[in-house]
């Protein structure tokens, strides 16, 4: 079992940046392929961005590449999505999840196993 927690969420102006984190706890944090995803109102849970458990690949949604950047603490269990240049369409609640069966990184929300409660960005214009 792993438990996730997200913090870093907020109010930032268009332009600003933020930084989210989610620390993991429970069982090895070292092996799960790591994801976070992001939730509006009425639409279902999109993928934004991923990192392999041996940090050697990550992967972003075309909407924020360029703009995040997913990183990952293995000593201190701790996956980071730096996000700059944000825009009024980012917000929404941002979660974190872990994928205990690869090392590699899927994009659906059904295939990670565990999740965050999830930490929400607004972003004014």
């Known amino acids: 079992q792993v438990q996730l927690v997200e913090s870093g969420g907020g109010l930032v102006q268009a332009g600003g940046s933020l930084r989210l984190s989610c620390v993991a706890s429970?069982?090895?944090?070292?092996?799960?392929?790591m994801g976070w995803f992001r939730q509006t109102p009425g639409a279902e849970r999109e993928f934004v961005a991923g990192?392999?458990?041996?940090?050697?690949?990550?992967y972003y949604d075309d909407s924020v590449k360029g703009r995040f950047t997913i990183s990952r603490d293995d000593a201190k269990n701790t996956v980071y999505l730096q996000m700059n240049s944000l825009k009024p369409e980012d917000t929404a609640v941002y979660y974190c999840?872990?994928?205990?069966?690869?090392?590699?990184?899927?994009?659906?929300?059904?295939?990670?196993?565990?999740w965050g409660q999830g930490t929400q960005v607004t972003v004014s214009s």
């Open positions: 990192i392999t458990w041996s940090s050697d690949n990550t």
């Open positions: 999840a872990a994928d205990r069966a690869t090392n590699y990184i899927r994009r659906k929300p059904g295939n990670y196993d565990y």
């Open positions: 429970g069982r090895i944090f070292s092996r799960y392929t």
